[in-house]
């Protein structure tokens, strides 16, 4: 039984406090853009399916927690479905009704009838908000935990490893990567560990002199509190000295600052990844869906608890390493969200950017066959990164094991 209460605590929710929040603020970024327009919304969801709690507000909004935690939608005026997508038969009718029953004025009220430009701003405010949550949590953490930094020194290499071979010496002190300044280790080691395989130029220190290193990271799954892990490492160890540890907490103005760059950051990192695994770069099995996610959100969560004195700090630990990984998966999901792929926001906005350059909507045919390949292409990820979840939590080892 308590093996069940611990498992919920750092698993469960942990997932539906991420999850929650950033797909509340992506909605919300939907919502506020389309009331700023006039736009009549009937119903704002978070997750799918069944109602848990459900509530009408004095503008006739019907505002509700499903019981299917993985999304959540703003369904306007008019709307047969929750992806708003527009029906051509259904859209005709509808504007004859409204015209019959509301006159000629409502039709102003309704998502699909308003201009163009209009509808593109209420489509891409929902990932911009995502990008201003991450820079808002990544502000917040800059104010109140500080950034803390270790010099990327070489106090050891590995026989054989790339450092090594690459011609790198204990004493050197990293302070660029392809021509970018580094803080300290930390970003030394995430920087590394995305680019296996790829030759890196570092700028180092030595001897009072400026040098330049070229080696390319190998790649090696490693255990960490996040589980097993393909990662890009090069062979150089740290080991921390007095005097070596530097903290800075930032001020707002700073903060926001960096939580800007952060966002914009990570948001490079994501399309880095997503490009080396299109091109066979990475191997395919990294990528995580809403099992993955959950395990990783208990992890953060666990881990930043662990070693507090009471359970107050160990709560106010975990959730402080939360906001961190919401901020990154924030980005994740505005990134996505955006790429042109129907049922997608970015499949909205390609739509609207034909219906703007022709002056006139894409056939409902076409429309229509968009968003059935596109929903066929959302399914099948989806599939494919449960079925690599299911694989690393070793689920069908575990069944098979039941049964033999």
């Not at 930032?250 to 939580?259: H, W």
């Amino acid at each position: 039984m308590l093996h069940w209460v611990e498992y919920v605590f750092f698993s469960v929710v942990p997932f539906l406090f991420v999850l929650g929040l950033v797909v509340t603020i992506h909605e919300l970024g939907h919502f506020l853009a389309a009331k700023a327009c006039g736009v009549a919304v009937d119903q704002f969801s978070i997750g799918f399916g069944r109602p848990i709690v459900s509530w009408r507000d004095k503008a006739g909004v019907n505002w509700q927690i499903a019981w299917i935690p993985l999304g959540g939608y703003v369904r306007f005026s008019g709307d047969e479905t929750a992806a708003s997508v527009p029906d051509h038969e259904d859209l005709m009718t509808l504007r004859a009704q409204v015209l019959r029953e509301e006159g000629p004025a409502a039709l102003n009220r309704y998502f699909h009838f308003k201009p163009v430009w209009q509808r593109a701003i209420v489509v891409v405010a929902g990932p911009m908000a995502n990008f201003v949550l991450s820079t808002v949590l990544f502000a917040i953490l800059l104010m109140t935990v500080g950034e803390t930094m270790v010099p990327a020194r070489v106090d050891g290499l590995v026989p054989g490893g790339a450092a090594a071979k690459a011609g790198f010496q204990v004493g050197d002190v990293i302070k660029a990567i392809d021509g970018h300044a580094i803080k300290g280790f930390s970003d030394m080691r995430e920087y590394v560990g995305l680019r296996a395989g790829v030759p890196i130029t570092f700028t180092v220190q030595r001897a009072g002199q400026s040098q330049t290193v070229v080696a390319s990271p190998a790649m090696r799954e490693m255990q960490s509190p996040l589980g097993k892990q393909k990662i890009g490492v090069i062979g150089i160890e740290g080991v921390q000295k007095p005097g070596d540890v530097t903290h800075h907490r930032y001020n707002p103005i700073e903060a926001v600052g960096g939580g800007a760059v952060r966002t914009w950051e990570t948001l490079k990192t994501t399309v880095f990844v997503i490009g080396r695994l299109l091109h066979g770069q990475l191997p395919a099995d990294q990528l995580s869906g809403p099992l993955g996610i959950a395990q990783t959100s208990g992890a953060i969560a666990h881990v930043g608890a662990e070693g507090a004195p009471n359970a107050w700090l160990a709560f106010v630990g975990g959730l402080t390493a939360l906001l961190g990984w919401a901020a990154l998966l924030s980005v994740s999901i505005g990134f996505m969200n955006v790429l042109p792929v129907p049922v997608l926001d970015g499949g909205h906005l390609l739509f609207y950017a034909y219906e703007a350059a022709a002056r006139r909507p894409l056939g409902a045919r076409v429309q229509a066959a968009g968003y059935r390949v596109g929903l066929a292409l959302l399914l099948g990820l989806m599939l494919f990164a449960t079925w690599n979840d299911l694989q690393r939590l070793r689920v069908f080892q575990i069944l098979g094991g039941l049964f033999s």
